[in-house]
């Protein structure tokens, strides 16, 4: 199975693929943790990308798909793979659609994640993560079940991404309108696009999503 969980910064993708990917053995292939740790490691990709994305910009679509095209031919996406926050232009969804037609493949299902602007502000804001094992959290929406320890790994160290400020956002938001809005048209057009209510709970989204994903199998 082949899935892209398509949405604007905020809209749940990470933690929907996260969920998924563990229910459904399959891989987890998000282009922003792959470019956060070639930040941390210091690689060429990471010095390059790291202005960029400090200003909420994206990188450019040469890297991105390189990384991707690199990623899925790695045995443990034989599978399948769960797409989150690639492709974000046009152009990269066409490089995809080129890797997967040489080798006989599409993508099975396209899932859009529809949430308000205001909301969306609201859950980047509010967003952190376990610094050991990367188990995402919200002030508000999720919360450890024991204060300040994180429910997987129990590490008592937590971390929040440099680009989830008021400012950066207005930034990643237009460039979501921008460049990667259009694929919501494009998929359409390709029969494979599937809508759901990014607005709901964190649970119910993942009924409907896994709902989607059952229809498809
Ligand atoms: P990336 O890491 O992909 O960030 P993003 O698209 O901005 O998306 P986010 O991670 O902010 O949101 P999300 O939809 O995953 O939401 P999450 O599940 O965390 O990209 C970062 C940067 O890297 C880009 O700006 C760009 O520079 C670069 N980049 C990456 N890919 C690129 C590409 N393909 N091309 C070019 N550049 C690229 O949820 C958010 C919060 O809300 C969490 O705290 C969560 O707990 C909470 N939450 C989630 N769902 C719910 C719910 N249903 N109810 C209540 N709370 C919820």
């Known amino acids: 199975m082949k899935l892209i969980l398509l949405g604007p910064p905020g809209a749940g993708k990470g933690t929907q693929a996260q969920q998924l990917a563990k229910k459904r053995g399959l891989v987890q292939l998000s ?3 792959m470019l956060r740790a070639a930040v941390k490691a210091g690689t060429e990709i990471g010095l390059k990308a790291k202005a960029l994305m400090d200003k909420g910009e994206l990188v450019s679509d040469d890297v991105v798909v ?6 899925i031919q790695q045995p ?34 396209v899932i859009e994640l529809k949430v308000d602007y205001n909301r969306l502000v609201e859950r980047i804001v509010g967003r952190y993560a376990c610094a050991k094992c990367g188990e995402g959290y919200h002030d508000r929406f999720k919360r450890p079940k024991v204060r300040g320890v994180c429910d997987v790994c129990g590490s008592t160290e937590f971390t929040r991404r440099a680009d989830d400020n008021a400012e950066t956002v207005t930034t990643r938001m237009i ?13 359409f057009c390709r029969g494979n696009l ?15 999503i896994e709902g989607i994903v059952d229809s498809l199998a």
């Open 31 to 33: 282009t922003g943790e």
């Open 66 to 71: 390189g990384i991707i095209a690199e990623r």
């Open 194 to 208: 599937h809508a759901v209510d990014g607005m709901a709970p964190i649970e119910e989204v993942g009924a409907a």
């Open 175 to 187: 460039a979501y309108y921008r460049e990667t809005s259009p694929l919501i048209g494009y998929y």
């Open 76 to 109: 443990d996406c034989k599978s399948g793979f769960i797409l989150d926050g690639f492709p974000r232009t046009l152009q990269q969804a066409a490089a995809l659609d080129k890797m997967l037609e040489a080798k006989g493949e599409r993508m099975d299902a």
